[in-house]
C-alpha cells in the first residue's frame, strides 16, 4: 500500500479511525536529514507484499504542528503505531532496524488473530456477543496495560466527543504524559464492561501500569494535592 502524505486534520482524523488495521504514523520534517533516508525506507517498507495490510501514514510535522502536539513529539523521525485507536507502540529515531522488526511483530499478531477468527453464519451471534464474562475481564486486562497511561475515553484526543473527555486530554498534555487511548464509543462491550471493571460509572477513565486512577474530577483533585502526581504515579 502506498504511503499517504497527510494533507488536512480531517484526512488524518477519518485515517486513524480506520479499525482492525495496524497503522504506522511516520513524523518528518523537510529540514531533518535523518528523515531523508527514512523516507525512502518507510516508502519501500510500505510497498512489500507482507505489508499489504498495515495502513502507512506520513505527517510532516511541521505543517501540522496540532497532530504532532497531540502526539507529543518533539523530535523527528518518529513513529507511532496503533490499532482501533489504541497505540501499541512509539519509536523516536533513525533506526531502520527498531522499526521494521517493530512493524514485523506487530503485523505477525495481527494476521494471527485474523487468521483465528472463524467468520459467523448469518443465523449465529456475533463474536462480540458470544464473548464470555471471562473473556472480556481478559481483553479489558491487556487493554488497560496497552500502554504504561491509557486513557479510555469518548472519541480521540484528535477530536473528543465529549467536554470531560477534552478536558482530561488537556491535562495529559498541560502535563507532557505520553498516553494511549481507546474510543469507548467504538465498543459498546468494553464500554459498559469498563463500569465493572473499574468500578467507576462514567467516563472518562483514565488507568496509570494498569491501576484505575479516577475519572475527570479524580484526577484534578490529585494533581492538586500533588503537583507531581503523574511523575510519581508513573516512576
Known amino acids: 500500500m502506498t504511503v499517504i502524505e497527510i494533507e488536512s486534520e480531517d484526512q488524518f482524523t477519518d ?49 501540522f504542528s496540532n497532530i504532532s502536539d497531540l502526539f507529543e513529539v518533539s523530535a523527528v523521525p518518529y513513529f507511532i503505531l496503533i490499532k482501533n485507536s489504541t497505540i501499541l507502540k512509539e519509536l523516536s529515531g533513525a533506526d531502520p532496524k527498531e522499526f521494521i522488526n517493530s512493524i514485523k511483530e506487530l503485523n505477525t499478531e495481527s ?17 462480540e456477543q ?20 491509557m486513557l479510555f475515553m469518548k472519541g480521540s484526543p484528535s477530536s473528543p466527543q465529549c467536554g470531560f473527555s477534552r478536558q482530561l ?3 495529559l498534555r498541560e502535563h507532557e504524559v505520553r498516553f494511549g487511548f481507546f ?45 507531581d502526581f503523574f511523575q510519581n504515579a508513573i516512576a
Request: proline share 6%.
Open 111 to 127: 494476521t494471527q488473530k485474523s487468521e483465528t477468527k472463524t467468520t459467523p453464519q448469518p443465523s449465529e451471534p456475533t463474536s
Open 183 to 227: 474510543d469507548i464509543l467504538k465498543d459498546d462491550s468494553v464500554r459498559q464492561g469498563l463500569k465493572e471493571f473499574s468500578d467507576w460509572p462514567t467516563f472518562p477513565q483514565l488507568y496509570i501500569k494498569g491501576e484505575f486512577q479516577g475519572g475527570l474530577d479524580i484526577i484534578k483533585e490529585s494533581i492538586e494535592e500533588d503537583a
Open 169 to 171: 486530554v488537556a491535562i
Open 15 to 63: 485515517l486513524s479511525k480506520t479499525k482492525d488495521k495496524l497503522i504506522s504514523l511516520y513524523f518528518h520534517t523537510e529540514w531533518a536529514e535523518p528523515c531523508k533516508n527514512m523516507n525512502s525506507i518507510y516508502n519501500t517498507l510500505s510497498n512489500t507484499k507482507e505489508n499489504a495490510s498495515i495502513l502507512f501514514i506520513s505527517i510532516n510535522a511541521d505543517n
Open 130 to 149: 458470544q464473548e464470555s464474562p471471562e473473556q472480556l475481564n481478559e481483553r479489558l486486562t491487556k487493554l488497560t496495560n496497552a500502554a504504561p497511561v
